[in-house]
């Protein structure tokens, strides 16, 4: 109950295009979902995050939609560019947890 | 401000070695997290320190260990290690008393057992 389900693994976007990742989750106690983007390398950067009162947020070419009635949860690429080509995480966490829950991760390759 | 620092960057042991992994948090967060990444079981929680307490433990054996010191700096062990202990340990701080989501994660410790 407490996996968060990722899909795709893997993701192949032309430069320009969009780039859409989705999560699904099971606990109605996470409150807290964000979005992080691992280069090789490197520890995962927080990307962008939503709570569950608002349905969509966008920060620059990125933005997280989100139906609670659902469980569902996405990352939205817009004008993907190659410097776009990384690992992106989905995650949850709710009140009391003290942790964050991990997807299992998509690898995105932005072709020039 | 400066990030999240981890060391050593690299480490490579021997199977039933011990090791010590070192993270300092952002400076002014008191939250630390513990993560373990590998290509087949992605990011597992470790374990969470506020205040020099653990406040919540992952599903790991007991030869994985942490503490967090007074100025918030952390550290984690991992006694006789196995070849599946083979992966990158990322440290992670947030600000506050009550755990803050907003996580920003160091660059990791790739840890080589062989």
């Known amino acids: 109950q407490q996996q968060v389900k990722q899909s795709p693994q893997s993701l192949i976007v032309q430069k320009g295009g969009i780039s859409i990742i989705n999560c699904a989750y099971e606990n109605t106690a996470f409150d807290y979902f964000p979005w992080y983007q691992q280069f090789p390398g490197k520890g995962p950067a927080l990307l962008i995050a939503i709570r569950p009162d608002v349905s969509e947020k966008k920060e620059g070419r990125f933005t997280i939609s989100f139906n609670k009635s659902a469980k569902q949860f996405s990352l939205h690429i817009m004008d993907s560019q190659p410097g776009d080509s990384a690992t992106y995480f989905c995650a949850a966490s709710g009140t009391g947890f003290q942790k964050l829950v991990f997807g299992t991760g998509t690898r995105l390759l932005v072709s020039p | ?114």
């Open chain 2, 1 to 114: 401000k400066a990030g999240v620092t981890q060391t050593p960057r690299y480490l490579i042991k021997t199977r039933g070695q011990q090791v010590t992994l070192s993270c300092s948090p952002i400076s002014g967060h008191r939250s630390v997290s513990w993560y373990q990444q590998t290509p087949g079981q992605g990011l597992q929680f470790l374990f969470e320190y506020f205040s020099e307490t653990q406040r919540n433990k992952g599903n790991f054996p007991g030869r994985f260990s942490g503490r967090q010191f007074s100025n918030s700096r952390s550290e984690m062990n991992v006694s006789t290690l196995e070849l599946g202990d083979s992966a990158l340990y990322l440290c992670a701080s947030s600000l506050g008393e009550t755990f803050m989501r907003e996580q920003y994660f160091g660059p990791g410790t790739r840890l080589t057992v062989t």
